[in-house]
């Protein structure tokens, strides 16, 4: 099953990262819990509200709320579907298309504050309309920190065939699939479903090996004046006219955030050293992020933590760099950490 392994082997001692399930490996009847979850606050239902023109006050007037049945704003139902969905597409990553939703069912409210985790169920699996997918029938439910079903979804979706996804026809070596059990995107849950699995160990890091983070991300000029903006940066030249520059400092915490597929299970950055940005980058342009790992030891105040160094490099478009940093943090050792309290 080469889809419940997260990275493909694209050279010597280097990989990609890689998501999601080949229709292949889907079977009726696995239930996976997705990771991580999301806590929605009372501004994530506001702006979702206000940003779609909804004119529902429940969603954003605490004062009308407070005179109803909920006492406070509502969660708007559209965004717990966006988040739940968005929460499960590590598993749902070879996801063509959605057919179609059969049924969104709101079984209990959602507030500002409540945490949501995502668990699909597959219901179907058939064949798609061409050679190249599957049919895949899903039951989504949303459950918030109290264990408590929120919501329902049931979908169809095409699923690409195992060596028919776009980036490995583009890329024939992301079909090498490294099945090594450091690798593995799921672990098993103690009522037998797969929960998936965020980042990798301080054991599982060798120094020397490389990492190809992805997806890449596109960095707009909106995207990168509105965190200029939250950040009070008030030089113009980040947030007005038609030749925005891209903010330096986002661009550095983009390309960070970049890694964390792979880092995921960090316990905080120690540190930022030998920072470059040979050029700016373009409005609209795509960075994609490459770590190389370096010096490893054990913390000597921490014993269930270790120090990794790693080197990353961000290149544009044109393939020139953009960004490159040395970077030192702390992560769990394996076995360890707060992953079996929370559900991890």
């Known amino acids: 099953m080469s889809g419940l392994y997260g990275y493909a082997r694209t050279g010597d001692r280097v990989f990609r990262e890689r998501f999601g399930l080949d ?6 009847g696995q239930v996976f819990n997705h990771r991580p979850g999301v806590t929605v606050t009372q501004q994530d239902n506001a ?23 909920w006492r406070k704003p509502l969660g708007v139902s559209t965004m717990t579907l966006q988040r739940l969905i968005g929460m499960s597409s590590r598993t749902f990553y070879r996801r063509r298309r959605f057919v179609d939703f059969r049924g969104i069912a709101m079984t209990h409210p959602v507030f500002g504050g409540d945490t949501l985790y995502a668990r699909s169920r597959i219901t179907s699996c058939g064949d798609g309309r061409d050679a190249d997918t599957g049919l895949v029938g899903v039951t989504l439910e949303g459950v918030n920190q109290a264990g408590t079903i929120v919501a329902t979804i049931t979908y169809r979706a095409e699923v690409y065939r195992r060596g028919r996804h776009p980036e490995e026809v583009a890329d024939r070596r992301l079909l090498e699939v490294a099945e090594e059990p450091r690798f593995r995107l799921f672990h098993p849950g103690e009522d037998g ?5 965020c980042g990798l160990y301080y054991e599982d890091f060798i120094p020397g090996e490389t990492f190809e983070h992805w997806p890449p991300k596109t960095i707009s000029a909106p995207e990168s004046a509105s965190h200029a903006l939250r950040s009070l940066e008030i030089n113009p030249r980040y947030t007005l006219g038609d030749d925005v520059a891209i903010f330096e400092p986002f661009v550095l915490g983009a390309v960070t955030a970049l890694t ?7 316990v905080a950055n120690l540190g ?9 980058v373009t409005p609209g342009e795509s960075v994609r992020a490459v770590s190389v790992i370096g010096e490893k030891r054990e913390s000597a105040r921490r014993p269930t933590q270790g120090i990794v160094q790693a080197v990353t490099t961000a290149r544009g478009d044109d393939g020139t760099v953009v960004c490159r940093f040395r970077r030192a943090f ?11 309290a929370a559900g991890y």
């Open 23 to 28: 229709f292949e490996d889907f079977a009726v």
């Open 47 to 69: 702006d979702e509200a206000l940003d779609t023109i909804n004119n529902a006050q429940l969603h954003y007037d605490q004062h009308y709320a407070s005179a109803t049945e």
């Open 193 to 197: 479903s797969l929960i998936e699995q």
């Open 260 to 266: 964390t597929r792979t880092f995921g299970r960090v």
């Open 272 to 280: 930022w050293t030998d920072i470059e940005m040979p050029r700016q």
């Open 330 to 340: 702390l992560i769990y050792k394996a076995g360890v950490g707060p992953y079996a």
